[in-house]
Structure formats: structure tokens, C-alpha cells
């Protein structure tokens, strides 16, 4: 049975229609006269315990909306979700015994206590026993590194510090799933990594399914086999993260050092996008010519002292995707 399963689901708002500014609002809103937004638009999927899955799509998406519903704070238009084998608005209490959550943008430490003291009311709230308690809070000190910072108020903690803070509290209670949203927004490369790498430790070793939500595509690309993108509130792709670049990064980029300067390469499959001296960036369609064969017409009239096979950035890709659709 899937941990998560989601079945046509939606959500709409109504908003009062926005003409003559807040007056004319308020008038439309008296009025009876709306608009109704479509925040979530008939999406389905389903989640197997364990995986890490990347959650991604531009601002207003539905992103948010998604996971609240998931969560229980929103309730569905009309759908079917189901968490743990609850409906999540109907059981809220015993679904937030089950799940964490880390919300980049938001905290659920208290601002002025050291954080150990927001982690023993958070064992409270949770009625953890004390044991489970004394060995969670062992294990993530080691592993988050969070000694040198446990006595300090949460306030003093710079974003990196906090941001562990955050990840030890949603863990503290051994959730079956923990969604993040923006983990590892405004941290530096060594923050991101050991974040990256206490991820990817709980779910090998505990199974902890890990939903991602996030702007920043080098977190989906480390963590994450799963991809799914959703734009207008529908999902416009469900699939492994390889297949991306497959379906829609065909293009690639070999690069070349000669032996010495030459003019452009001309190539019937492939064409010449970049020179800097004698290192040449040929760009190729993978449907037309494999990178070996490619190796090998360049070889076989010019000396390489060198050469490298660049491949699309999910970045890149994923942002056609948004302007483009599918």
C-alpha cells in the first residue's frame, strides 16, 4: 500500500474579482461576484514508503497547496488523500504523529529559548518517551553537528545552524514521512552538504520518506530518483530523474582540447557553439549520433589532448518545461 496515494485532486479559492482597486473589491466581495482560482487541478499520485521524491514548480504552482492539503491544514475541493492510511483534514492529530515537516521560510522553534529547550517541549508535544528521546537527540547531535549551538537561542543561530535545529525537531518523533520545503534556501556549500547528507542517512537507514519541494535543482539532482513537476496546478511530469534529460534534454555538449588551433570543426552531426583557442564545445542531438561515434569523427581529423562529455542542466531543462509546457 503507498504511504501517500492521491486521487484527482483539487482545491479552488474564490477571490473577489479585482477591478477599482480595494474598493471595488470590497464591493465585488459584497456583491456576490468572484472568481474561483484553481490552485490544484486534477492531480494524481502515488508515493511508496521510502522513496525521495523532488517536488518541484514555479512560484504559485501549487506547490504549497499540495503538501498543505497532505498535511490536513487545507481541505481538498474535491480528491481523495490519503497519508499512512489516513485522510489527512478528517485525522489531523494522528497525521502529525506520523510526519515532519521543515519549512525554509518558517520555524517551529521557540525564538528566544536555547534550542535543546525547544527540543524537550517539542518531546512533549509529541510525548515521546524519554528514552527514544535521549537517543534521538544523541544521534542527530552527532550527525548535525549540534553541540556547539545547543545552548544558544534560537534567535542567535545563524541560518545554517537553525536549519538543523529545524530538521532535528521534525525528526524528533521518528516521522514515516518528513516534507521540506526550501531546506537549504540561503545556505552556504559546506550547510547544504552535511544537510544533504543527514537526508540521505535517514532514509537509507531508517526508510524515512522524503518529500522535497524546491527552487534550488542541485538538491532534487543529489537527493532525489523521483521527479515530479506541476505548473497551473496540474502535474505535467511524473517520472525518474534520468528521464528528463532523455525526454526532453536530447542535446548534449562535447568538449574538446586540440592538439593546436584550427578552424571551426564542421561536422555534419554536430555544430560548433563555443571556441576559446584550441578547446571547442560541439553541441549534438543524442538521437543522431552517440557520443562515442562523435569521439570519433572529431578524432579522426584533428589530435585532442583532451575532451569531456557535458550534459544538459536540470536546470536549464526544467525551466523550458515552465515556459514552454510539455
Known amino acids: 500500500m503507498p504511504v501517500i496515494e492521491v486521487v484527482d485532486l483539487h482545491k479552488s479559492y474564490r477571490v473577489a474579482r479585482q477591478r477599482g482597486g480595494v474598493f471595488g473589491a470590497l464591493r465585488h466581495l459584497a456583491a456576490g461576484e468572484y472568481t474561483d482560482v484553481r490552485a490544484v487541478d486534477g ?90 528521546f535521549r537517543a534521538n537527540l544523541d544521534r542527530f547531535r552527532q550527525l548535525l553537528e549540534l553541540d556547539p549551538f545547543l545552548s544558544t537561542p534560537v534567535r542567535q543561530l545563524s541560518l545554517g545552524q537553525r536549519m538543523r535545529g529545524e530538521l532535528a525537531a521534525a525528526l524528533l518523533h521518528d516521522p514515516e514521512i518528513v516534507y521540506l520545503d526550501e531546506p537549504t534556501i540561503g545556505l552556504d556549500v559546506v550547510a547544504k552538504h552535511r544537510i544533504r547528507e543527514f537526508l540521505r542517512g535517514i532514509n537509507q537507514e531508517r526508510g524515512v520518506t522524503v518529500i522535497l519541494t524546491t527552487h ?8 532525489c530518483s523521483r521527479l515530479m513537476i506541476v505548473d497551473h496546478g496540474k502535474l505535467l511530469y511524473d517520472g525518474v530523474l534520468a528521464g528528463i534529460r532523455d525526454r526532453f534534454g536530447r542535446e548534449r555538449t562535447l568538449v574538446v582540447d586540440l592538439a593546436e588551433d584550427a578552424p571551426p570543426i564542421e561536422l555534419p552531426t554536430a555544430r560548433q557553439v563555443r571556441a576559446d583557442g584550441p578547446r571547442r564545445w560541439l553541441r549534438f542531438n543524442r538521437g543522431d549520433v552517440s557520443a562515442a561515434e562523435l569521439i570519433a569523427q572529431v578524432a579522426a581529423r584533428y589530435p585532442l589532448t583532451d575532451l569531456t562529455i557535458e550534459e544538459p542542466e536540470i536546470e536549464a531543462i526544467i525551466r523550458r518545461i515552465y515556459e514552454g509546457g510539455l
Open 43 to 132: 492531480i494524481s499520485f502515488a508515493v511508496e514508503r521510502g522513496e525521495m521524491l523532488g517536488y518541484v514548480g514555479p512560484n504559485g504552482a501549487g506547490k504549497s497547496t499540495t503538501i498543505k492539503m497532505l498535511t490536513g491544514i487545507l481541505v481538498p475541493t474535491s480528491g481523495h488523500v490519503s497519508v499512512c492510511g489516513l485522510v489527512p483534514h478528517r485525522q489531523r492529530v494522528q497525521v502529525a504523529e506520523r510526519i515532519g515537516v521543515v519549512f525554509g521560510q518558517r520555524t517551529q522553534l521557540w525564538w528566544d529559548l536555547p534550542l535543546v529547550d525547544s527540543l524537550e517541549l517539542l518531546r512533549y508535544i509529541y510525548r515521546v518517551p524519554a528514552e527514544r
Open 216 to 223: 534550488d535543482m542541485s538538491d532534487i539532482e543529489q537527493l
